[in-house]
């Protein structure tokens, strides 16, 4: 099988590699140098790459074209801070690993996104897994808020290159959350069906917001080197902002359950391995290929 | 007296390469914004002087945005074709772009080629919680003037822009959103 004319291999042979070659090296995953601040920084890269795969599902599917553009707009800026934070976590490795190794050949636990942002969001068919678009608004809500969040205290990162990257991000969440808290309110307060809906969402997401505040010795190592906060002190604030939109949306916020996802740590929902089978496969049949 | 005339000609020169380089950068137009030039959008943050070679170090609008390399590579084709090669171009993260860099005559071309500039400053209070709003404050049409203008999608053509209609004339345009 020859790969398409326009996959050009960067292996300097020429020859390009065909898929399931044994030689192929660069099909094999890369061993990760795992340090805590390159698992500190992986888990936001992370996070951002693989909540962007999820919005861009629904390119060509949204409910109004309005909202197509919309949501993938913000997958096309969560992408890119995705890049920015692929490329310095390879820096802070110091293995000579950049973004497309990072993003396609590492395996299901080398990567530490929240398990939040792997559930399945947009229903491809009546009986494929994934909720509805209210699953989508109130996700895309409280992981906008938490990124702000973080990325306000990463802006006065020790870190030059993290905190310009913040500086950046930062205005970037501030539209999404905007966006995505203009839908909170409109599907909360709207009709008892689009309220229903939304409730059913919260119910499904808020088990998941515990990991996002979940302390561990990543974030102590952080905090303690000036790289970031550790993600127990985002709680307050994220809280503050999600309660004053989950009120005007006439939304009880739902308790908090001793449910606790791991993600961060590189343990996985069922859900993890179909995406990376998607993300990854056209660099691991053919390795190197370019547009 | 030749030695200082010699480098009063080598400061007139390299000042002048400097400004061949910014003029020769207000002929490059945004790929996806054609009406302005990387100068007007005020990405340009400096000019450099290295030996024979020239630095162009550029900030980038939008952390995903598309159009990043596609102006890397016409600032470096422009100055070459200038005369001012080698030309090496770096990006520059800190501090981050904002539409407030925009200049005045951008701004007005903006304007003049149907897009809605950025109104009042970025600036955001850091910290401030975000607005709870359906309706964005009316920006003003940029064919009629008219503000009664409605927010059509936050989201527009480019990760830059949203999409607005206006109730006095009708028509559909794009405002570029503060940042």
Known sequence: ?291 | MAEPHFLESAAAALASRIEAAWAALDAVPDPEVPAVSVRDLGIVRDVLEHGDGIEVVLTPTYSGCPATEVIAASVRQALVDAGLGPVKVTHRLAPAWTTDWISAEGLARLLAYGIAPPSGTAAVAPGAPAAIRIRPPGVACPRCGSAQTERLSAFGSTACKALHRCLACREPFEYFKPI
């Open chain 1, 1 to 291: 099988m020859v790969p398409p004319s326009s996959l050009r291999s960067r292996h300097p042979e020429g020859a390009p590699h065909r898929p399931g070659d044994p030689s192929g090296a660069g099909t094999s995953s890369i061993a990760l140098q795992l340090t805590p601040p390159v698992q500190y920084v992986l888990r936001i890269a992370d996070t951002c790459l693989i909540h962007a795969q999820r919005l861009a599902e629904w390119c060509g599917h949204g409910p109004v074209l309005e909202e197509d553009i919309a949501l993938t707009n913000m997958a096309l800026d969560l992408l890119g801070q995705a890049r920015s934070l692929l490329s310095h976590a390879g820096r802070l490795e110091g293995q000579g690993h950049d973004e497309d190794q990072l993003a396609f050949l590492r395996d299901e636990r080398d990567f530490f996104n929240l398990t939040l942002v792997e559930q399945p969001m947009r229903r491809s068919s009546a009986h494929a897994p994934g909720g509805d678009f209210a699953d989508t608004v109130l996700r895309n809500f409280l992981l906008a808020a938490w990124l702000k969040t973080l990325w306000t205290r990463l802006a006065a990162s020790s870190d030059d290159d993290l905190a310009a990257i913040a500086g950046k991000a930062v205005k970037e969440a501030r539209y999404h959350q905007q966006h995505a808290g203009d839908w909170v309110l409109r599907l909360g307060d709207g009709t008892e069906e689009s309220a229903a809906r939304l409730r059913a969402a919260l119910d499904r997401a808020w088990p998941y917001t515990h990991e996002m505040f979940r302390r561990d010795a990543v974030d102590a190592a952080a905090e303690a080197a000036g790289l970031g906060p550790g993600r127990d002190v985002l709680r307050e604030a994220w809280l503050a902002e999600v309660a004053a939109v989950l009120a005007a949306a006439k939304l009880a916020r739902p308790a908090d359950t001793p449910f606790l996802s791991t993600g961060t740590l590189g343990r996985h929902s069922e859900h993890m391995g179909f995406i990376l089978a998607e993300m990854q496969s056209l660099q691991r049949q053919y390795p190197g290929g370019r547009w």
